[in-house]
């Protein structure tokens, strides 16, 4: 878990801050709290976002956090897993009106990017998976047609 | 000379020590400590919180050292934004290598310990290297 504080202005390291965040997956805890299931990787990479943090003149902590009752650390859970399960569920959409070998690179980067910050697995992400299997062979098939 | 990180080596701190010992420090010795308190007077720290060689600005380690060091080869730096995005995920710079350093890097974490990893993961940078010295040499990939 991490704690931090950022001035106002300038806006810069609070964008920075935000976008390095979203690209991690926290989950939103309160103003200025984020969580991450703790292993040795997300809790180093917590602790880089803590140092940039009071590099631009703010406060952060990085803490070994445990909710104290199991409804709360399912509702943390559950919320990681339902905004996972929203970008997953674009991921289809976005399958299914792609159709090229360019759109299909594009689309495996961002597969491989939202299962890096999947800690709960949803239903979706087979479903996503599934997507891009077809637009695989898709673009396969449309790639062995003889060319006109 | 000594040099400290944090336990646990992954693509970063490879990387590192594999540039300290080649370009920096032949004689390098390095130290695995579980925090930065834990680093003895006379080792220089690497890769860990709140040290000159760390994360600054948005640059990897690995760029930090480069920076440090006043180090210019234009191969090593086609090192760095591979170390980059291997470890920082950011789509920064086009490095199709990262992702597969990346996992080989976290699987010798998983079947050996952080000496072993060093010693499996030097030599791969060392092709790594010889690859994008040809390639810069060619102006076009290597055979």
Not at chain 1, 85 to 92: C, G, I, P, S, T
Request: proline share 6%; charged share 30%; glycine share 8%.
């Amino acid at each position: 878990m991490m704690s931090y504080r950022l001035p106002r202005e300038p806006s810069g390291p609070r964008t920075t801050l935000w976008r390095r965040l979203r690209r991690l997956g926290v989950a939103q805890v309160a103003d200025g709290v984020v969580a991450l299931p703790a292993d040795a990787r997300t809790r180093e990479q917590l602790e880089w976002l803590a140092d940039d943090v009071l590099a631009a003149a703010g406060t952060a902590g990085v803490w070994l956090a445990r909710p104290t009752t199991a409804a709360q650390e399912r509702a943390l859970a559950a919320g990681l897993a339902a905004a996972r399960a929203a970008e997953y569920r674009d991921l289809v959409a976005a399958c299914g009106a792609a159709d090229g070998p360019r759109d299909l690179r594009r689309l495996r980067t961002e597969w491989r990017a939202v299962s890096r910050r999947d800690f709960f697995p949803p239903p979706e992400r087979e479903e996503a998976a599934a997507a891009l299997r077809e637009l695989e062979s898709r673009v396969a098939a449309r790639a062995a047609e003889p060319v006109r | 000379m000594r040099w400290a990180t944090r336990a646990g080596v992954h693509i970063d701190r490879a990387a590192c020590a594999w540039l300290i010992r080649g370009f920096v420090d032949p004689d390098a010795e390095f130290l695995f400590v579980g925090d930065v308190a834990e680093v003895p007077g006379d080792a220089t720290p690497f890769d860990m919180r709140g040290v000159a060689l760390g994360h600054v600005g948005g640059d990897c380690s690995f760029e930090t050292i480069l920076r440090r060091y006043e180090l210019t080869d234009p191969v090593l730096w086609r090192i760095a934004e591979i170390v980059h995005v291997a470890d920082l995920d950011d789509d920064r710079f086009d490095a199709p290598e990262a992702p597969g350093l990346d996992v080989l890097l976290r699987g010798l974490s998983m079947t050996g310990d952080d000496a072993r990893t060093l010693a499996v993961s030097g030599p791969l940078f060392d092709g790594l290297y010889e690859y994008h010295r040809r390639r810069a040499l060619l102006g076009r990939e290597p055979a």
